[in-house]
């Protein structure tokens, strides 16, 4: 694309006001200093409260002009007396609905949710699931506070947890949080201070304290619903660390309690991870099933609570965060569900 010769002489100072479709409007121009740069990259540096997809999406739909002219194109170059006027229009009503489903909230302000999943709860709608899930709840709890992410008014869900496993959720509430927070999940701590935890209750005894797996993970090859450890697989590693181990019938550990940590966050990470060091977790039926016969070992109380468990029996009871505004290291901590804490009980210890 030809750069247009229309310039503004006047130095524009940076400035937000509404845009005529309701929106916003954002304008400024670049000042003698700055170095010619392209569409996109500029538009990220200057705009941070929108993510790089949101302002490409926003470039490919005529939304920017330079010096008056639309600019249609992410990679075109602007330079220094150049004016970019940017109008980001309302988000569009939330899809789906929101419904009124109970939340148990930990902690929420302007950017972010975190709180405490319930099992039995599906984070996002899918076929089977268009409706009662935790998108459903968060669009009704958010309210007018909910800020478009990409666009439409929706929480930014930045990571999952399995249906029936239950634990601590971070959501985001606008463009900016939704960016961070994605950026802190894709490391998992590598260079920054993310941390997930979580407490599994598997069959057996690891035959050391702890330990790491580090075994990629990939769709299984021939069962479609289910992941497996597999060579052609994504980099996968998960740390653990007994916490506890649970006597059977005859004295000797039937099943133990371990702490674990994400440094990756593939789906099913945990479950497959485990199953694959010979340890799957009670109550799961997808990658435990080869262990029902086990729970024959049991004590009485212990096999019937585990019966009635109807889950996998995995908690999120950490999670450590960069807030995406203010910088701040956060903190939570969540104890077991009642399930769970009767499963631990009927269980009893060895230690």
């Known amino acids: 694309m ?3 010769s229309q310039h503004v002489s006047s130095q524009l100072a940076a400035a937000d006001i509404a845009a005529p479709s309701g929106g916003e409007r954002h304008q400024f121009t670049l000042e003698t200093g700055e170095a010619a740069a392209r569409l996109d990259r500029m538009l990220a540096a200057r705009c ?7 302002l490409k999406a926003l470039i490919l739909d ?14 075109y170059h602007v330079g220094v007396g150049d004016t970019i006027t940017i109008d980001v229009p309302p988000a569009v009503p939330a899809e789906p609905a929101g419904e009124n489903i109970p939340l148990d909230i930990v902690y929420e302000d302007d950017d972010i949710i975190v709180l405490n999943k319930p099992k039995g709860l599906v984070v996002h709608p899918a076929a089977g699931h ?26 930014g869900i930045v990571h999952r947890l399995d249906k029936d496993t239950t634990g601590l959720m971070v959501v985001a509430k606008n463009d900016r949080a939704h960016q961070s927070l994605s950026a802190q999940f894709a490391d998992h701590g590598r260079t920054g201070e993310m941390r ?7 069959w057996g005894a690891p035959d050391r304290p702890r330990g790491t797996i580090d075994q990629p993970i990939d769709r299984h090859p021939f069962a479609r619903e289910k992941m497996a450890v597999r060579t052609t697989g994504r980099f996968a590693v998960t740390h653990w660390e007994t916490q506890q181990s649970f006597a059977g019938r005859d004295g000797k550990p039937v099943a133990s309690l371990l702490a674990c940590q994400l440094e990756t966050g593939r789906t099913h990470q945990i479950r497959v991870h485990l199953a694959h060091l010979g340890h799957p977790l009670l109550g799961d039926d ?24 109807g889950r996998q029996a995995l908690h999120a009871y950490l999670l450590v965060l960069e807030h995406p505004a203010t910088g701040e290291i956060m903190q939570w901590q969540t104890g077991l569900p009642e399930d ?11 230690d």
């Open 2 to 4: 030809q750069r247009s």
């Open 48 to 54: 941070t409260d929108l993510s790089r997809t949101r």
């Open 62 to 75: 005529g939304r920017v002009t330079v010096n008056a002219a639309p600019v249609r194109d992410p990679a």
């Open 130 to 155: 268009e409706t009662g899930t935790l998108v459903n709840a968060l669009i009704a709890h958010c309210g007018a506070s909910l800020s478009g992410i990409g666009g439409v008014k929706r929480p």
């Open 196 to 202: 997930r935890g979580y407490l599994a209750f598997v």
């Open 286 to 309: 997808v990658y435990g099933s080869g262990f029902k016969t086990k729970a024959r070992q049991l004590p009485d109380e212990a096999r019937n609570t585990l019966a009635a468990l």
């Open 340 to 350: 769970l804490l009767l499963l631990e009980a009927a269980l009893g210890s060895t």
